[in-house]
């Protein structure tokens, strides 16, 4: 199975154009949230919802998503009543996605989408795909230039998963680490590009081949062998 995992995109349209051109060479992509960018932007985090939304629907291949912090959509302001983190995925309609707080088993692994601030699951039978915006604490994927900003609880999840077993997240924008390992997991931040460039970081793995590789807007990094 060949994933290409992406985060942080804070409404850079160019980039999710990009993402939709690059389906057709995976057989999922996995966003782990901010689609939104809740700063100073000049467009409405109203129309950029319904941009997303759009997008979502239009996506010609199979995505696995979960909300980062920059996807709230503020209940008290915006239709439809009682949307907050990342519900506004799910009623985007997109048949083809996986979005906070659904599971889906994919291709001999199962995928489970965590919304941010919302519960990580913690046990499986079989190895997991977990899609989770803030990185495992503790690891070099959740270390930025200002500190560490992970979240214990996919620290715990990682430690209990069946080897073979991911974590995918995002959150920290420049990571120490693009990857690390948690007991038998591995986990990933692509961390995010500089906003002029026309593509944003993304990883690739393959599970047949067991190999990740980092592709920056300036080059890449060395892959990694996934024991």
């Known amino acids: 199975m060949r994933l290409l995992h992406v985060s942080d995109f804070h409404f850079r349209r160019e980039w999710f154009n990009w993402l939709t051109k690059q389906a057709g060479d995976y057989d ?19 129309s950029q919802v319904k941009w997303v939304q759009s997008w979502l629907r239009e996506f010609p291949g199979k995505l696995f998503l979960c909300s980062g912090n920059h996807d709230f959509w503020d209940p008290g302001a915006l239709e439809p009543p009682g949307t907050s983190y990342g519900r506004w995925l799910g009623a985007a309609g997109a048949t083809r996605a996986t979005v906070d707080r ?5 291709m001999g692994m199962r995928f489970i989408c965590s919304p941010w601030l919302g519960p990580v699951a913690d046990s499986a039978v079989g190895p997991v ?13 959740a270390i930025g230039p200002n500190g560490m900003f992970g979240d214990d609880e996919v620290t715990t999840a990682a430690a209990n998963y069946a080897p073979g ?3 995918l997240s995002g959150h920290v924008h420049r990571p120490k680490q693009w990857c690390g390992q948690i007991g ?44």
């Open 28 to 46: 999922a992509c996995c966003f782990t949230g901010d689609f939104l960018d809740i700063l100073p932007n000049s467009v409405s985090l109203k």
């Open 129 to 141: 795909v977990l899609l989770s915006h803030a990185p495992p604490d503790g690891a070099g994927v």
């Open 102 to 106: 659904g599971a889906e088993d994919f």
């Open 165 to 167: 077993s991911l974590v």
């Open 184 to 227: 038998n997991t591995w986990c990933f931040n692509p961390g995010m590009a500089q906003a002029k460039v026309p593509a944003p970081n993304r990883i690739v793995i393959d599970t047949n081949l067991r190999r990740a590789e980092r592709f920056r807007h300036n080059g890449f990094d060395e892959p990694i062998r996934l024991s």
